[in-house]
């Protein structure tokens, strides 16, 4: 079968797919911001998830903000984001858009495949019933569809698209096995098909709910030995010379899959009767860490007779995790907020963030570089850049407080860590 394939969504997932696609099919990516659009034209890619050589030398793919050009397509993929609201609660709107938008222009045979994250049933309750009210065509008999989660790691340069296994699944077993080949030809490593599309659906949901549980239990192991002033690093250093302990580390949950995920998974359990009292109370925990850690600098700041009214305070990093620009649902903001608060202020330093992405997300302005000394300085994301700052430097006076969330200075310049 030869396929023409339109991505829909050219961030984090979509671009890279789009390109390794482009490897052996001809490729256009849709995405609605017109600047992401313009500046991949240009071989930018700000997630610097691709590089501009690579971009250069694609040669069948293009780019487009105009949901007209896809149409000749007959594979559709959506990579659209799915975030939560300010309840907690699934935010479906971008997935129905972008199925609204495809259906628009879907035809008989062709094939839909989401890899957006959602909960067991979403695609086919939710997704379908969109694309066969805008498309007029009937679900397994004009058209079908597929599920393959995606499985991205933002800022790794070793695990991408083409060498981390893919869960497949179809609408039906014929289905299956076009979505099935398709991920074949890109994913050297295989893939794993799926019996249906809700097990796919719950198979991607789970691998982010299971670490989410697994760091809210080392972060209340952490609430408990900082009451028992025990060093939580070193109690993992112990523990963690059996074999078979888990190397989970404390700290500050975010970004688009774990700190978003289970909820997902929450509110379906919830829709057939079920109150899933272990994952909501995991989540409780970490979302409750960034107030934790700037109330232990308080602390630490009223022990050392510091005045806190006025402090200067400098937090370091901002994004979700280390060496990469990503700042979806980045916990670092808590902790900012939770300072300014008790009357701080604080200059927050991020040499991976956009300034204009995070004043637009977080209405928070960035530093472009440290000019000052300061009261306390928080190392809140373990960018390798932070290992070169000379931290003396970056202190008022010797009482200076040193925080580091992430256990990634050396224990003995720091004054406290997570």
């Given at each position: 079968?030869?396929?023409?394939?339109?991505?829909?969504?050219?961030?984090?997932?979509?671009?890279?797919?789009?390109?390794?696609?482009?490897?052996?099919?001809?490729?256009?990516?849709?995405?609605?911001?017109?600047?992401?659009?313009?500046?991949?034209?240009?071989?930018?890619?700000?997630?610097?998830?691709?590089?501009?050589?690579?971009?250069?030398?694609?040669?069948?793919?293009?780019?487009?903000?105009?949901?007209?050009?896809?149409?000749?397509?007959?594979?559709?993929?959506?990579?659209?984001?799915?975030?939560?609201?300010?309840?907690?609660?699934?935010?479906?709107k971008p997935l129905i858009s972008a199925s609204n938008m495809v259906g628009n222009v879907l035809s008989e045979g062709d094939v839909v495949i989401y890899e957006s994250t959602v909960y067991p049933g979403c695609t086919e309750?939710?997704?379908?019933?969109?694309?066969?009210?805008?498309?007029?065509?009937?679900?397994?008999?004009?058209?079908?569809?597929?599920?393959?989660?995606?499985?991205?790691?933002?800022?790794?340069?070793?695990?991408?698209?083409?060498?981390?296994?893919?869960?497949?699944?179809?609408?039906?077993?014929?289905?299956?096995?076009?979505?099935?080949?398709?991920?074949?030809?890109?994913?050297?490593?295989?893939?794993?098909?799926?019996?249906?599309?809700?097990?796919?659906?719950?198979?991607?949901?789970?691998?982010?709910?299971?670490?989410?549980?697994?760091?809210?239990?080392?972060?209340?192991?952490?609430?408990?030995?900082?009451?028992?002033?025990?060093?939580?690093?070193?109690?993992?250093?112990?523990?963690?010379?059996?074999?078979?302990?888990?190397?989970?580390?404390?700290?500050?949950?975010?970004?688009?899959?774990?700190?978003?995920?289970?909820?997902?998974?929450?509110?379906?359990?919830?829709?057939?009767?079920?109150?899933?009292?272990?994952?909501l109370s995991g989540r409780r925990i970490n979302d409750n860490m960034g107030i934790h850690i700037a109330n232990k600098i308080v602390k630490l700041m009223v022990q050392g007779s510091h005045v806190i009214k006025g402090a200067?305070?400098?937090?370091?990093?901002?994004?979700?995790?280390?060496?990469?620009?990503?700042?979806?649902?980045?916990?670092?903001?808590?902790?900012?907020?939770?300072?300014?608060?008790?009357?701080?202020?604080?200059?927050?330093?991020?040499?991976?963030?956009?300034?204009?992405?995070?004043?637009?997300?977080?209405?928070?302005?960035?530093?472009?570089?440290?000019?000052?000394?300061?009261?306390?300085?928080?190392?809140?994301?373990?960018?390798?850049?932070?290992?070169?700052?000379?931290?003396?430097?970056?202190?008022?006076?010797?009482?200076?407080?040193?925080?580091?969330?992430?256990?990634?200075?050396?224990?003995?310049?720091?004054?406290?860590?997570?």
């Amino acid at each position: 079968m030869s396929h023409k394939i339109a991505i829909i969504g050219l961030g984090y997932v979509g671009l890279p797919l789009a390109v390794e696609f482009s490897k052996k099919f001809q490729v256009i990516g849709l995405d609605i911001n017109q600047t992401r659009v313009k500046e991949l034209e240009n071989n930018i890619d700000i997630t610097r998830e691709v590089s501009s050589k690579e971009l250069k030398e694609v040669k069948d793919l293009a780019f487009t903000t105009n949901p007209l050009d896809i149409k000749n397509s007959n594979i559709y993929i959506i990579t659209v984001p799915t975030p939560i609201d300010k309840f907690k609660t699934p935010n479906l709107k971008p997935l129905i858009s972008a199925s609204n938008m495809v259906g628009n222009v879907l035809s008989e045979g062709d094939v839909v495949i989401y890899e957006s994250t959602v909960y067991p049933g979403c695609t086919e309750e939710v997704c379908v019933p969109a694309l066969e009210k805008s498309s007029k065509l009937k679900f397994n008999k004009d058209f079908f569809c597929g599920y393959s989660p995606e499985r991205i790691n933002p800022g790794d340069s070793v695990r991408k698209v083409h060498n981390i296994i893919k869960i497949t699944s179809g609408s039906n077993p014929s289905t299956a096995k076009i979505v099935d080949d398709l991920y074949n030809e890109i994913v050297t490593v295989g893939t794993h098909l799926a019996s249906s599309i809700k097990v796919a659906e719950a198979g991607k949901i789970i691998e982010n709910t299971q670490r989410d549980v697994n760091i809210s239990l080392i972060n209340e192991l952490a609430l408990i030995f900082d009451k028992l002033n025990i060093d939580t690093t070193e109690v993992l250093e112990a523990a963690g010379t059996k074999w078979n302990f888990l190397p989970f580390r404390p700290g500050l949950v975010g970004g688009h899959c774990i700190g978003v995920d289970p909820y997902y998974l929450t509110h379906k359990a919830e829709s057939v009767g079920y109150y899933p009292e272990v994952i909501l109370s995991g989540r409780r925990i970490n979302d409750n860490m960034g107030i934790h850690i700037a109330n232990k600098i308080v602390k630490l700041m009223v022990q050392g007779s510091h005045v806190i009214k006025g402090a200067k305070v400098l937090v370091l990093g901002l994004t979700f995790k280390e060496n990469c620009p990503d700042i979806r649902n980045t916990r670092v903001i808590d902790v900012i907020k939770e300072l300014r608060s008790f009357g701080m202020n604080v200059d927050t330093y991020d040499p991976y963030a956009s300034k204009e992405e995070v004043k637009h997300e977080y209405d928070e302005e960035l530093i472009d570089t440290i000019n000052s000394a300061y009261d306390v300085i928080v190392l809140a994301v373990g960018h390798d850049k932070f290992k070169k700052l000379d931290y003396n430097k970056l202190k008022r006076n010797d009482a200076s407080i040193l925080y580091d969330v992430k256990s990634f200075l050396p224990k003995e310049i720091v004054t406290d860590r997570l």
